[in-house]
């Protein structure tokens, strides 16, 4: 069962005025102040992504003089935004009313990962250690999470996420134990064994291709007895581990659905 964790009290000092209230109001995509900033910010993202897709067609390339503009206007932008709500995150109550909650959230990674690809590019240059910069672009696509603060999916899909973390974290640590001992298994049964060609003649090759069959496929096929046996106990677990996150991720889902609603009834009761 998911244990559900509320949200933080809401601190004293909210809408006292103050720029960093101010600056949450501005960023907030509740309030009418903010609804302008939302629509630039919104264009700016579909802007920079496009730019991006455009760029890796060689027929474009006589417009890289424009989608690197783009990408500066864009780039210096999303640095004020992010200092902008950094500042905010104190009157955020997505960010648990602190800037270390925003830092930690599925929305401040987004935002800082924008921002990675481009300052790595400068800094590297600037170095005289050049990476490609065909990497670093293909980075910059991750810009497109910051829909996030448009989307109220992805706010339920961070509260999601939040609430079965620690579902989460035992799953994937179980998922290493099977996948290791498996592996070990399979080293231990198939070395040596000529229908496979070498496939598990050591434990990184057999930790490979145990990997590959615990997503569903299967790569070799022709195992001694013990082989097959566990073989046929990897397919159980594989089941197994990956029901158990997509059950959490659904019954946190539903949580959060059920509480949003709530909410919703309860602020159209005060109204």
């Not at 599925?106 to 990497?135: E, N, Q």
Request: net charge negative; charged share 20%; hydrophobic share 45%.
């Amino acid at each position: 069962k998911v244990v559900r964790r509320g949200p933080p009290p809401p601190p004293p000092y909210l809408n006292d005025g103050s720029l960093a209230s101010d600056l949450h109001s501005l960023l907030s995509p509740d309030d009418d102040r903010g609804v302008w900033f939302d629509h630039l910010n919104l264009l700016l993202i579909l802007a920079s992504v496009t730019s991006v897709v455009l760029e890796s067609d060689p027929s474009f390339s006589s417009w890289t003089p424009t989608f690197d503009s783009v990408e500066t206007i864009a780039t210096a932008l999303y640095t004020l935004e992010y200092l902008m709500r950094l500042a905010a995150a104190p009157h955020d109550p997505r960010s648990g009313y602190s800037v270390r909650g925003y830092l930690s959230s599925f929305f401040g990674t987004a935002d800082f990962v924008a921002l990675l690809p481009y300052y790595l590019d400068v800094g590297m240059a600037a170095y005289g250690r050049p990476v490609d910069f065909a990497v670093l672009r293909v980075l910059r696509l991750f810009r497109i999470l910051q829909l996030e603060h448009f989307t109220e999916a992805f706010t339920l899909i961070d509260d999601v996420f939040r609430q079965c973390k620690d579902t989460l974290v035992a799953t994937s640590f179980l998922a290493v134990i099977i996948w290791v001992g498996a592996a070990y298994a399979f080293f231990l049964t198939e070395k040596g064994n000529p229908n496979v060609g070498g496939a598990f003649d050591n434990i990184p090759n057999s930790l490979y291709y145990t990997a590959i069959f615990l997503s569903g496929e299967w790569g070799q096929v022709d195992f001694t007895l013990p082989g097959k046996v566990i073989c046929c106990l990897l397919v159980v677990a594989g089941i197994g581990l990956y029901s158990i996150p997509v059950g959490a991720l659904f019954d946190a889902f539903g949580e959060v659905l059920a509480e949003q609603k709530e909410e919703e009834e309860k602020g159209k009761g005060k109204k």
